[in-house]
């Protein structure tokens, strides 16, 4: 027996299903992750290599441009990817429609915030001292 | 604005703990510790940027009783969220959903991260000296 079509072909041709926005943030999340294993590891080796040094250590350690790149990278990547991913948790526990958008602005705003400052303070030291 | 009484399903408590939901819960668990971890993560990078007095605070913080005892659960969590991570995207790429192979990664998931969590936290502690 054929299915009845539920959905108008102008909306399977979208692909963007009932919450109209299809599959970008899953694979947003993914993709992140991905670059995540790479910059998460060095970032953990990074700092192990620099348990207990004094500034000027740190500072040298990101004049290098290799370190600053991937430091910026990995700010981006992870402000990027905890924003998808805390999105999702506030949509299953917060109900209320007004709340759940405010909450989830707000968790924006917050990231984009520290992830500029966070960039901000490596491209300061990078670049001056 | 009015909020429908909809029916939830189950609660939690009322099911048989078991690795797979244990596992489940701490990917999103460790996810938001991690989240919040970026707080101080910023604050290092900022703490390094501007003075020698502003990074000792930091540096003195992090190697505090509380600020050690932070790191090592941010360690854990790391590698675990990593670790599951890679689990997860094994399963989107479709492996690994039989039973057996699902509690054999996870018990590996279990074990790497512990693993790697003791291994970085000594490394660091002996490179700090």
């Not at chain 1, 108008?8 to 947003?28: D, I, M, N, Y």
């Not at chain 2, 599951?84 to 039989?98: M, P, Q, S, T, Y």
Request: aromatic letters at 12%; proline letters at 2%.
């Amino acid at each position: 027996m054929a299915e009845a079509p539920l959905r108008t072909p102008l909306g399977r041709a979208f692909g963007l299903g009932s919450a109209k926005e299809g599959v970008q943030h899953w694979w947003a999340q993914r993709v992140s992750a991905v670059a995540l294993i790479v910059l998460g590891l060095w970032f953990a080796a990074s700092l192990i290599a620099h348990a207990g040094a004094d500034r000027a250590a740190v500072v040298a350690w990101l004049h290098e441009p290799l370190s600053a790149v991937l430091a910026v990278l990995m700010l981006a990547a992870v402000f990027y990817h905890a924003a998808l991913g805390l999105q999702v948790v506030i949509e299953d526990y917060v109900h209320s429609e007004w709340l759940k958008l405010s909450t989830i602005v707000a968790m924006r705003l917050i990231s984009l915030g520290l992830a500029v400052a966070g960039i901000f303070a490596v491209l300061r030291i990078a670049f001056g001292g | 604005m009015t909020e429908a009484q909809r029916p939830l399903s189950p609660h939690l408590q009322i099911y048989k703990w078991q690795l797979t939901s244990v596992l489940s819960i701490g990917h999103r668990a460790t996810g938001i510790a991690l989240s919040i971890g970026t707080l101080f993560l910023v604050w290092w990078f900022i703490a390094a940027a501007t003075s020698d007095s502003a990074f000792a605070a930091a540096q003195s913080f992090f190697g505090s009783w509380l600020g050690l005892i932070l790191l090592l659960g941010w360690t854990l969590s790391f590698f675990f969220h990593l670790c599951n991570g890679i689990r997860h995207l094994c399963w989107d790429a479709g492996w690994g959903f039989d039973l057996r192979t699902t509690y054999a990664s996870g018990w590996t998931v279990v074990a790497v991260s512990i693993a790697l969590t003791l291994i970085a936290f000594i490394a660091g502690l002996v490179v700090r000296g």
